[in-house]
């Protein structure tokens, strides 16, 4: 079959599409051509930010005589990681297994069946380094596969057993006293968990884990610590005063060593994918969507605790490198900035990360030889080649005059340099995220810009990922067409529904909370399945569901030993079950539905064994957590004009995006928790209410000011 990659939303693909390899995408025809013609698959995993993998396409896949021989032995399979994270997860893991390594590009060796029988990552041209060439490799899988196939089948079936195996561990592992969700809605209010506070736990675990020089957890290379910054986020805001005092000291040094540090563009704003080195001092240059959607979200309630710390301007740079760097036409957001740039000829400033660092004698020459020295030297650019800029530490505010002073200058400069490429495809979970993150930092920031450009990417994903016939979400569109064929993953309806959620409380527009009402139901649809053995039949103590992270398993995937059951850990996004637990408890509060909270338990499994051995893989899990033992808080509006109701949620203020829900009573399909309040003659009433009670209702918002502003909003509450 000629290469069909042409037209594909993934940027990534579509750079492959010229090449001399007849590739595929990962679909049941390219498995029906290699059963047809009995030859093995050639899996090629990547994406578009990848370094590695635009050296391998240079110098095999463009190459004709690889192409061809490629096409002569093997179905050539392109995917994008990003697009399918399935495919990428399962065939990872295999590599993992027969290698005992992974990374990207994945070159992975499959039956015509999914098996995997032989894998690895890049491959050279030529040997070295103790490594085949890629054509040495083809050769003797292809030799292999005509002279020992049965070997071959062998080595596929005990992949797949190991592959399955593993899941079966982790599950057996995580097994044990699993998370207690309380009945709720009124007259009860949530308990805890009993026993020790899974979250109290894994803070402590945190804390052993912090590298205390540099910031942030484990050695190099060193990660963003994306998922887990809302739980200390949560703890700092709603612990314990111990707990939430060493909460808010780790929340704060983690988000200082990483702002202050090379991982984060100074000139540009937002932040790089990773650091290579522990002291943060030099990154890989790839800018992803979803690592700045949850860095600005933290950064933003960060700055909300503790407003003279400085996470607000970091925030509002990180958004702004949102607006201005990844936002497409037609509101919605990039997936990501490559590493790279274009090499032009005699250009310094081409190859991986050359359109960020600078050289010291470059920064005297734009800035002046005294401006541009201090600055060098307040940055750590030593004499030599281009380097990133890394001041090592949050400036003070001389260093920041300095070197506000200076950054103008060096944006104008970078801007003629030749710029990465942006991966223009549109992946919906990682758009809710920053749905939720703009919707949140422009209430908290104050910026009505940042909520606008939040509805702007919403109403794209409604308009052109939702198929309202289907009620099906695409995961994928490119240049406002979706790729309908490829579902959303648990983790994209659950975060398409957290971000409208966040827009609804930040609007107070009820469409984004009727349709992620809608997503939460079809995910609990697409994505719940009955427990072996088990018969639901709907009643309050029917099994619980089992979840999986894909809707319908592709054929190869399971055949490769993949089971689709969903993977309770955090990973650089949030588990799609602990984000689905989150947008559940929610509705619950909004709705006072006490049934929306019967699938919490099965989505956040057990969470000892996690707080106190990996709390970095159950961050939003243990967040989610945290808000099951808090009481909900409403503020509900009825008649008045629409100014009133303005100037009522100004009055709540932050509040209304972190712990108090404002609800209007008045508009269409307004959720639960307006049942029964009304306005007699159309007067402006206010009920603030916690835990399902609320005090009497107040006619203005000095009333309400004066109510939010009490030690104890229950002290003349009435059941309502």
């Not at 050769?139 to 992949?159: C, I, K, M, N, Y």
């Not at 107070?508 to 039949?537: I, K, N, Q």
């Amino acid at each position: 079959m000629p290469n069909r990659l042409t037209g594909q939303s993934s940027a990534y693909l579509r750079q492959h599409a010229d090449n001399p390899v007849d590739w595929q995408p990962f679909d049941d025809a390219a498995f029906a051509e290699a059963a047809r013609r009995d030859v093995p698959v050639f899996l090629s995993v990547g994406y578009a930010a990848c370094h590695w993998c635009h050296v391998m396409a240079h110098e095999s896949f463009e190459d004709p005589g690889i192409g061809a021989y490629l096409n002569e032995h093997f179905v050539p399979v392109k995917v994008d990681r990003e697009e399918r994270p399935d495919v990428d997860a399962t065939y990872m893991a295999a590599a993992q297994l027969i290698t005992g390594q992974g990374g990207w590009p994945l070159s992975a060796f499959l039956t015509p069946d999914g098996r995997a029988f032989h894998a690895g990552t890049y491959f050279p041209p030529r040997p070295a380094h103790g490594m085949p060439s890629f054509r040495q490799l083809l050769e003797a899988v292809s030799g292999a596969w005509a002279e020992r196939r049965h070997e071959l089948e062998q080595a596929g079936d005990a992949v797949a057993r190991a592959i399955a195996g593993q899941a079966e561990d982790l599950r057996s592992a995580l097994a044990g006293a699993a998370v207690t969700v309380p009945e709720a809605g009124p007259p009860a209010a949530p308990a805890g968990v009993e026993g020790t506070d899974p979250a109290a736990v894994a803070l402590e675990a945190l804390l052993r884990e912090e590298d205390p020089l540099h910031g942030g957890f484990g050695g190099a290379p060193k990660f963003p610590p994306s998922t887990v910054l809302l739980l200390l986020e949560r703890l700092a805001a709603a612990g314990a005063p111990g707990t939430a005092d060493r909460a808010r000291g780790l929340l704060g040094r983690t988000l200082g060593a990483m702002r202050g540090s090379a991982l984060f563009d100074h000139v540009g704003g937002g932040f790089y994918r990773y650091s290579v080195t522990r002291e943060w001092s030099l990154p890989h240059y790839e800018k992803m969507l979803y690592d700045n959607a949850q860095l600005l979200r933290a950064l933003a309630r960060a700055a909300a605790l503790e407003p003279a710390a400085g996470h607000g301007r970091a925030a509002a740079d990180t958004a702004g490198f949102l607006l201005t760097g990844l936002r497409l036409p037609g509101g919605a957001f990039a997936s990501s900035l490559d590493a790279d740039t274009a090499a032009a000829e005699g250009d310094v400033h081409s190859g991986e990360g050359a359109f960020y660092v600078w050289r010291r004698s470059e920064l005297r020459e734009i800035l002046g030889a005294e401006h541009g020295t201090a600055v060098a030297d307040l940055m750590g650019v030593a004499a030599g080649p281009p380097q990133p800029l890394h001041p090592g530490r949050v400036l003070d505010d001389g260093e920041r005059a300095l070197w506000d002073a200076a950054r103008p200058a060096l944006a104008a400069a970078r801007s003629r340099r030749p710029a990465p490429a942006r991966d223009d495809k549109v992946v919906a979970g990682w758009n809710g995220m920053t749905v939720a993150a703009l919707a949140e930092a422009g209430v908290l920031l104050e910026d009505p810009a940042l909520v606008l450009a939040a509805e702007g990417a919403a109403a794209h994903l409604w308009a052109v990922h939702w198929d309202a016939t289907r009620r099906r979400l695409a995961r994928t569109s490119h240049a406002g067409s979706a790729e309908h064929s490829i579902e959303g993953l648990l983790e994209d309806y659950a975060t398409v529904a957290e971000g409208f959620l966040v827009l609804y409380r930040a609007t107070g527009a009820t469409p984004w909370y009727e349709r992620a009402r809608e997503l939460a139901d079809v995910a609990a649809e697409r994505f719940a399945h009955p427990a072996p053995g088990s018969v639901p039949d709907g009643r309050p103590d029917a099994p619980e569901p089992v979840w999986s992270d894909m809707a319908d398993v592709p054929a190869p995937l399971l055949a490769a030993g993949t089971s689709g059951r969903a993977d309770p850990l955090d990973d650089v996004t949030p588990a799609g079950t602990a984000v689905l637990a989150a947008v559940l408890v929610e509705l619950w509060s909004l709705e006072e539905d006490e049934r929306r909270l019967r699938p919490v338990a099965s989505l956040l499994g057990s969470l000892d064994l996690l707080a106190r051995r990996s709390p970095r893989s159950a961050g939003r899990a243990l967040a989610v957590r945290l808000e099951l033992a808090s009481a909900p808080a409403h503020v509900v509006l009825a008649g008045g004009t629409a100014e009133d109701k303005l100037a009522a949620r100004r009055a709540v203020g932050p509040a209304a995006v972190l712990a108090t829900r404002v609800v209007d009573a008045d508009a269409p399909g307004a959720p639960g928790a307006a049942r029964g309040r009304t306005a007699p003659g159309g007067r402006f009433t206010v009920w603030v209410c916690r835990d399902f009670a609320c005090r009497a209702p107040v006619h203005s918002v000095a009333e309400l000011q004066e109510q939010l502003g009490g030690t104890d909003p229950l002290s003349r509450a009435s059941r309502a």
